[in-house]
């Protein structure tokens, strides 16, 4: 399966905590980006990669939320001190030339 | 802001018939929409896409339209099938590619 491949499916926190996700995605795809979806919502755009440049963040990543991507290959997303606000799935998408976006499964983060 | 609204957040429909979903947009600067699909606890799947300079793109059942001068945008699936049951999102991608999406239309198709 050569998909974007995200890791866990689900992580259950206690608040406070940090949390750390991880992305794969497919391999020859420069852009990656990363989305958070609440119930009943779209996915909202929280950050994206060019290779390993991270080139726009969104003012809904606060200064607890950061991603990096090393070497342009698989990206991290950490958040810390989570709360519950941050509730959520959290998507990763990657493409080689928008708009033909992939996106994995997704990791869906409950905090408690 | 919304820049992305489906106003309809369910619709359904009987198999075979046509399903037709809505979708508004306010920035004239969008260069590619795109329609996607989501089961639960899955990521969305992408189902067809049109640029701004286009006002139709076809994909077998899947067709959409797009009215620039309205600003809206529509997918018609025809014959509708019950494993087409989900939630369907409009998504607009601005100058980055970065996605802005609608909040869904959960479709059901009725046997």
């Known amino acids: 399966d050569t998909g974007v491949s995200q890791d866990p499916r689900h992580k259950i926190t206690k608040r406070g905590q940090n949390v750390t996700f991880r992305c794969d995605p497919i391999s020859e795809h420069n852009r990656l980006y990363w989305y958070r979806q609440t119930l009943g919502q779209g996915p909202e755009f929280l950050t994206y990669?060019?290779?390993?440049?991270?080139?726009?963040k969104s003012r809904l990543l606060s200064d607890r939320f950061s991603a990096e991507r090393p070497k342009g290959s698989f990206s991290t997303l950490e958040i810390q001190r989570t709360e519950q606000g941050d509730s959520a799935m959290y998507l990763c998408a990657s493409t080689p030339n928008p708009p033909g976006y992939t996106f994995g499964s997704g990791t869906r983060l409950t905090v408690v | 802001d919304q820049q992305v609204k489906q106003n309809s957040p369910s619709l359904s429909v009987q198999e075979g018939r046509i399903s037709i979903l809505n979708c508004d947009y306010t920035?004239?600067?969008?260069?590619?929409f795109l329609w996607y699909k989501k089961y639960p606890a899955e990521g969305p799947t992408f189902l067809i896409s049109i640029s701004s300079i286009k006002d139709k793109n076809e994909d077998g059942r899947f067709t959409v339209f797009l009215n620039k001068s309205a600003k809206h945008l529509s997918l018609h699936i025809v014959p509708s099938q019950p494993g087409d049951s989900a939630v369907y999102f409009c998504a607009a991608a601005d100058s980055s590619y970065k996605l802005i999406f609608g909040s869904g239309t959960r479709l059901l198709v009725r046997p």
């Open positions: 920035n004239s600067m969008f260069d590619y």
């Open positions: 990669f060019q290779n390993e440049a991270q080139l726009e």
